[in-house]
């Protein structure tokens, strides 16, 4: 039977291979708490923190985790389908390698984030904080990376096919070797002052 809670902490709980679906956490604190190889779909986090969690192996299927904030926690090929982190921030977390499909990122932080090898499809990743991350070798497809803060982030050798590369400056930012349809270089193109045509 589903459980809804409100300002509790959870610490060093055991909750390994459960299933969480339409659970409900609100300003919950979980701390030291083992959700490795849990799944979930429609569980909802609103306001919650995490430290030290372990989520490794996990699959979660349209869960909300709306203004959470996760530190050091691991993600290790944790599966994340049409979920919301809107608002969420993670900070010294283990999030490779990371396969995302779908679903709201808006507003995320993910500041210094190692994404190397992550898969972020049809992700909407609109004004993210991806400020020093390294996205070097990931698969960041028809994304929504409009008004993303990208500063000092590494895209070598990414797969950005269809993603909105409106906010990228090619010259700032190295692209070397990522893969980009022809009408995105049209856009990083035009992002230098080129007339194109």
């Known amino acids: 039977m589903a459980t809804s809670r409100e300002d509790e902490t959870v610490r060093g709980a055991d909750r390994w291979g459960e299933d969480l679906s339409g659970e409900s956490f609100v300003r919950c604190?979980?701390?030291d708490v083992d959700l490795s190889e849990t799944?979930?779909?429609g569980a909802t986090f609103e306001d919650c923190t995490f430290t030290d969690c372990r989520f490794s192996a996990g699959r979660h299927e349209a869960s909300a985790f709306r203004g959470c904030r996760?530190?050091?926690c691991s993600f290790t090929t944790a599966e994340l389908t049409d979920c919301t982190f809107l608002g969420s921030a993670f900070a010294s977390c283990s999030l490779r390698p990371l396969r995302v499909?779908?679903?709201?990122?808006s507003?995320?932080?993910l500041v210094d984030a190692d994404l190397r090898g992550a898969v972020l499809a049809g992700v909407r990743l609109r004004e993210a904080d991806l400020r020093g991350a390294d996205l070097t070798g990931a698969?960041?497809?028809d994304a929504d990376l409009s008004a993303a803060a990208l500063e000092d982030?590494?895209?070598a050798d990414a797969d950005l096919r269809g993603s909105d590369l409106s906010a990228f400056d090619p010259r700032a930012l190295p692209l070397d070797g990522a893969r980009v349809r022809a009408e995105q270089a049209v856009v990083l193109a035009q992002s230098l002052g080129?007339?194109?045509?």
Do not use: P
């Open 139 to 141: 698969t960041v497809t």
């Open 29 to 31: 604190t979980f701390l």
């Open 107 to 109: 507003f995320v932080s």
């Open 70 to 72: 996760f530190t050091a």
């Open 194 to 197: 080129l007339r194109v045509g």
């Open 39 to 41: 799944t979930s779909v």
């Open 101 to 105: 499909t779908g679903g709201d990122w």
């Open 153 to 155: 982030s590494r895209w």
